[in-house]
T-cell receptor, first 111, second 114 residues
């Protein structure tokens, strides 16, 4: 059974710092991996999607990588800003069309 | 505007009173899905649908029903709600179930069952 783990559970950094969020999964037979942002009481906003055949995707200050063989993905945020404060979730779509989420990393960027 | 719309946003009900949470998307997406989000447990998939009249169970389907009679709509039905179904519910859709189709989420429905 696919399991998705995110480390750390919470992270506090000063503004301007570069940071890395981690996501690991137990079964490498995935269709894709998607990173989301969730603000308190709000829905999920898609940040990046990496297909199983890809190694990384970039959007602005965000870069996501995927290493299927080791069951790991990272989300790199450059030059963090207070507006980046949110919970970041990774989700794996399996070959059976289910989507399994990690528990998330709660990020706080201090001004 | 392309979006996934859920209604209602907030719902308080009593044990055993049937309810339906609606979900509609205007993007002509084939794939639709329901999730619940609980503190400490994260998001868990309830049901999903790969197209009209095609639905399948996710990881936590007990106590829920769904239907997909039209491509744009995917309602979640609680025939006899219980307090353990108090949760934040999300509907999501994607163009198809392929690897290049991102999930798009609605704004959520907060359900309280007393």
């Amino acid at each position: 059974k696919q399991e998705v783990t995110q480390i750390p559970a919470a992270l506090s950094v000063p503004e301007g710092e570069n940071l890395v969020l981690n996501c690991s999964f137990t079964d490498s037979a995935i269709y894709n991996l998607q990173w989301f942002r969730q603000d308190p009481g709000k829905g999920l906003t898609s940040l990046l999607l990496i297909q199983s055949s890809q190694r990384e995707q970039t959007s602005g200050r965000l870069n996501a990588s995927l290493d299927k063989s080791s069951g790991r993905s990272t989300l790199y945020i450059a030059a963090s800003q207070p507006g980046d404060s949110a919970t970041y979730l990774c989700a794996v779509r399996t070959s059976g069309f289910k989507t399994i989420f990690g528990a998330g990393t709660r990020l706080f960027v201090k001004a | 505007e392309a979006q996934v719309t859920q209604n209602p946003r907030y719902l308080i009900t009593v044990t055993g009173k049937k309810l339906t949470v609606t979900c509609s998307q205007n993007m002509n997406h084939e794939y639709m899905s329901w999730y619940r989000q609980d503190p400490g447990l994260g998001l868990r998939q309830i049901y999903y649908s790969m197209n009209v009249e095609v639905t399948d169970k996710g990881d936590v389907p007990e106590g829920y029903k769904v239907s997909r009679k039209e491509k744009r709509n995917f309602p979640l039905i609680l025939e006899s709600p219980s307090p353990n179904q108090t949760s934040l519910y999300f509907c999501a859709s994607s163009l198809w179930q392929g690897s290049d189709s991102p999930l798009h989420f609605g704004n959520g429905t907060r359900l309280t069952v007393t």
